[in-house]
């Protein structure tokens, strides 16, 4: 059994164990040696190779330093994931999520969406569903307060990639607002998919980053055919 503030469901671990695995993993990647900033490196003419973990200066690859670093980090991390649990327990143990989630707007980050969807995936594994159900109203009411904060662009981004099938984007794009959306500021919002498309481009290969492209090609196309037909109807 695991627990999260009264919230219960069977598991084979603790879902806090599964979800700290990966931050660690990561902090690890980034507090290696080799990926130091160049100001850690030595200086030219000292002989060291180039490329190599040889031009990182002694204090940063000290064992004992990079310890320190690292339990530093790992705390940090594990810190962020209590603060997260702490607000998907308010979801959940709250009468109405969506007045909660709108008292918290700056809680709800990538971290507390990052944990809650594990939440998630893990309670659907499990065939809870009752579990599942107060999970997704509780996402369901993160998301919606913390939409409403973001600039209009990241709005209609979001609503687009939520649509599952290419009719739903086309409904999404026909509200009345969409085509102002996308022309606002410079056409900010393709700039803002163009950046996406880019940093799903420098994952590594698999079937999610090669559908999460796929859906951001069909967002680029039926987005570009939205804006020159109301493009067209404005000259008309």
């Known amino acids: 059994m695991f627990s999260l503030q009264g919230f219960q469901c069977s598991a084979r671990q603790p879902l806090s164990a599964a979800v700290m695995a990966a931050p660690s993993l990561t902090q690890q990647r980034r507090l290696c040696a080799c990926g ?86 893990m309670a659907k594994k499990e065939g809870n569903a009752e579990v599942v159900a107060r999970l997704e109203a509780a996402l369901k009411a993160a998301f919606e307060a913390k939409q409403a ?34 022309a606002m500021n410079d056409r900010y919002f393709f700039q803002l998919l163009g950046r996406m498309a880019q940093d799903v481009g420098r994952q590594p290969e698999g079937d999610q980053r090669a559908t999460l492209l796929a859906k951001l090609e069909g967002i680029q196309a039926d987005a570009q055919q939205r804006a020159a037909g109301a493009e067209a109807e404005a000259a008309a």
């Open 149 to 182: 904060t973001l600039r209009p662009e990241i709005q209609l981004l979001n609503r687009l990639l939520a649509a599952e099938t290419a009719e739903q984007r086309q409904q999404v794009l026909g509200a009345p607002e969409a085509a102002a959306t996308l």
């Open 36 to 121: 130091a900033s160049r100001k850690n490196r030595k200086g030219g003419g000292g002989g060291g190779k180039r490329g190599g973990c040889s031009e990182v200066n002694s204090s940063a690859s000290d064992p004992a330093s990079e310890a320190h670093r690292l339990q530093d980090a790992i705390r940090e991390s594990r810190q962020q994931q209590l603060v997260a649990a702490d607000m998907l327990a308010k979801l959940l143990q709250a009468e109405d999520p969506q007045e909660v989630a709108q008292q918290y707007t700056d809680s709800l980050d990538e971290q507390f969406f990052w944990q809650a969807n594990t939440f998630l995936s």
